[in-house]
């Protein structure tokens, strides 16, 4: 059976997520491998002691790892998918973090056999995604979605559940499709409504801006080129969140312009219901 602290973890990409994954692991497997195309991201996380050994060249460190962690934009990570089989001549497990499942699910299911895939979602995470912002906590308590293949072995099932504890993470396993319906509306929809809102508000009132705005729009401040994959990636499901928010602001719309108050405290109240059982 597998064993985490025996085991050689390669990272792959030293952004937020994977430079935090890192930290979290940190003197909890036998070595850290992190590999980044950015020579500045790579320097910090030797000097900062963040991995063992760090490198752009994925040839170097990933035929020694036992684990490969894909953490990366959902584009990069299919592109990886596509070249690990002439990096990796050997047998490894091969996890990914991407922000959408059933894209990356069936790219794994095309690997030779002699990799082991497990998909895997962390929720959590902040705005602001370099390496300098990462944090040995931010998986704590955070649940963490795997989608397993067929093909999923129960020692690819164990490392994943190894390292989530490692973590103080929650584990669930989850199907891929319901993973993408799901995302859409409690990550992806939210990140639109917050541009939205950013996009909406004159500049010229930003002296006047509060802590509502800020923590509604704080979503806005994410990188676009990080969002535009999982957009892209999951495209129907946010079509039909969105969609389900358009209604819900059309009857919010509909009672205002009526002045049908009554109506319009029903739909506030019932929002503030929903909300406390969200966060119960």
Excluded: W
């Excluded at 060249?57 to 002439?86: H, R």
């Excluded at 059309?250 to 205002?256: G, N």
Aim: hydrophobic letters at 45%.
């Amino acid at each position: 059976m597998f064993n985490l602290a025996e085991s050689k973890i390669a990272i792959i990409g030293l952004g937020l997520m994977g430079g935090s994954l890192a930290l979290g692991l940190r003197g909890k497997c036998a070595v850290l491998y992190g590999i980044d195309p950015d020579p500045a991201v790579l320097e910090l996380a030797l000097s900062q002691h963040i991995v063992d050994y760090a490198s752009s060249d994925s040839d170097t460190l990933l035929p020694q790892a036992d684990i490969i962690v894909l953490s990366a934009p959902v584009p990069a990570i299919l592109n990886l998918l596509e070249k690990l089989p002439s990096y990796i001549p050997n047998s490894c497990i091969v996890m990914d973090m991407g922000s959408t499942k059933k894209l990356i699910v069936e790219s794994m299911a095309r690997l030779p056999e002699r990799f082991d895939p497990i998909g895997g979602h962390p929720i959590c995470g902040k705005e602001k995604l370099s390496l300098a912002n990462a944090e040995r906590t931010l998986y704590y308590a955070a649940p963490f979605l795997l989608t397993p293949l067929e093909r999923t072995s129960s020692r690819a099932i164990s490392a994943a559940y190894q390292i989530i504890e490692a973590l103080g993470a929650k584990s669930k396993i989850i199907d891929a499709a319901d993973h993408d319906r799901i995302l859409a509306a409690i990550s992806h929809l939210p990140f639109l409504i917050s541009s939205a809102l950013a996009l909406a508000t004159p500049l010229d009132i930003a002296s006047y801006i509060g802590p509502g705005f800020k923590s509604t729009s704080r979503l806005a401040g994410t990188s676009s080129s990080m969002m535009l994959g999982v957009l892209r990636s999951n495209r129907e499901n946010v079509l039909n969140a969105i969609q389900v928010m358009q209604n819900q602001l059309s009857e919010i719309e509909s009672a205002l312009s009526s002045n049908d108050f009554s109506k319009l405290e029903s739909l506030l109240n019932e929002a503030q219901r929903k909300y406390h059982e969200f966060i119960a």
